[in-house]
C-alpha cells in the first residue's frame, strides 16, 4: 500500500460526459501528479499541483483540467469524453525524488 | 527536456535464468534514473533509483542496474528470476530539482516456468 488513495476504482460512462477523479496523497506530500495509461499510448504524464498550485504541464488535453485543494487532495477532471480516453488513470504524490503511486481509477467510455 | 527508450516490449525468461530489462535516455543535463514496476492491476512501485555517486544500484526483489553515463544507459538486471517477478517494468528519467518525470513505454517481462 502506497499510501495513495485514488477513487473512483472503475468508472463506466458515455461519450460526451463529464466525470471527476479524486485523489489523496500521502501524508505530508505536497506534490500530486496524473497520469493517464492507455495500450496506445503508455504511460503519459499529465499535469503536477505542488501545495495547491500548477507546477508541471504534459500532454493534458484542453478537455481535462485538474486542481490541488488546500487539503491537498486533487481531482482530476475529464469533460467531453471521447471513447480514446477509456484508460486507467493514476495519481502519484512525492516529497523528493519519489513518486508513490496510487492504484488507479479505471474510465471506460462507452 | 528528457527522454527514455525502452528497445524491448517484451521480454521472455526461463525461471531462475538471469535477464536484461535495456533503458536508454538521453538529457542535456544531469539526470535521476528510476526503474519502477507494475504487477497486473496495480500501480507503479519504485524498484530502485539512481541520484548520484556509485553507478551500481541495488534495489528491492534482488533487483539491480548500472548507471552509465558514456553509453546513457540504465539497464536493469536480475541474475534469477521468480514467477512472480512477472511484470511490466518502466525505466524513467527526471532532472534534478525538477520534480516532472519521464517515463519509458515499458517492458514486459513474462517469466516461464
Known amino acids: 500500500d502506497s499510501g495513495v488513495t485514488q477513487t473512483p476504482k472503475h468508472l463506466i460512462t458515455a461519450t460526451g460526459q463529464r466525470v471527476t477523479l479524486r485523489c489523496s496523497p500521502r501524508?505530508?506530500?505536497?506534490?500530486v501528479y496524473w497520469y493517464q495509461q492507455s495500450l496506445d499510448q503508455g504511460l503519459q504524464f499529465l499535469i503536477q499541483?505542488?501545495?495547491?498550485?500548477?507546477?508541471a504541464k504534459g500532454n493534458i488535453l484542453e478537455r481535462f483540467s485538474a486542481q490541488q485543494f488546500p487539503d491537498l487532495h486533487s481531482e482530476l477532471n475529464l469533460s467531453s469524453l471521447e471513447l480514446g480516453d477509456s484508460a486507467l488513470y493514476f495519481c502519484?504524490?512525492?516529497?523528493?525524488?519519489?513518486?508513490?503511486f496510487g492504484p488507479g481509477t479505471r474510465l471506460t467510455v462507452l | 527536456a528528457q527522454s527514455v527508450t525502452q528497445l524491448d516490449s517484451q521480454v521472455p525468461v526461463f525461471e531462475e535464468a538471469p535477464v536484461e530489462l535495456r533503458c536508454n535516455y538521453s538529457?542535456?543535463?544531469?539526470?535521476?534514473l528510476f526503474w519502477y514496476v507494475q504487477y497486473p492491476n496495480q500501480g507503479l512501485q519504485l524498484l530502485l533509483k539512481?541520484?548520484?555517486?556509485?553507478?551500481l544500484v541495488k534495489g528491492i526483489n534482488g533487483f539491480e542496474a548500472e548507471f552509465n553515463k558514456s553509453q546513457t544507459s540504465f539497464h536493469l538486471r536480475k541474475p534469477s528470476v521468480h514467477i512472480s517477478d512477472t511484470a511490466e517494468y518502466f525505466c524513467?528519467?527526471?532532472?534534478?530539482?525538477?520534480?516532472?518525470?519521464?517515463f519509458g513505454t515499458g517492458t514486459k517481462l513474462q517469466v516461464i516456468p
Open positions: 502519484a504524490s512525492s516529497v523528493g525524488t519519489e513518486q508513490f
Open positions: 501524508s505530508g506530500d505536497l506534490s
Open positions: 499541483y505542488y501545495n495547491g498550485e500548477e507546477r
Open positions: 538529457s542535456s543535463v544531469s539526470v535521476y
Open positions: 539512481y541520484l548520484s555517486g556509485s553507478t
Open positions: 524513467a528519467v527526471s532532472a534534478p530539482h525538477y520534480q516532472k518525470v519521464t
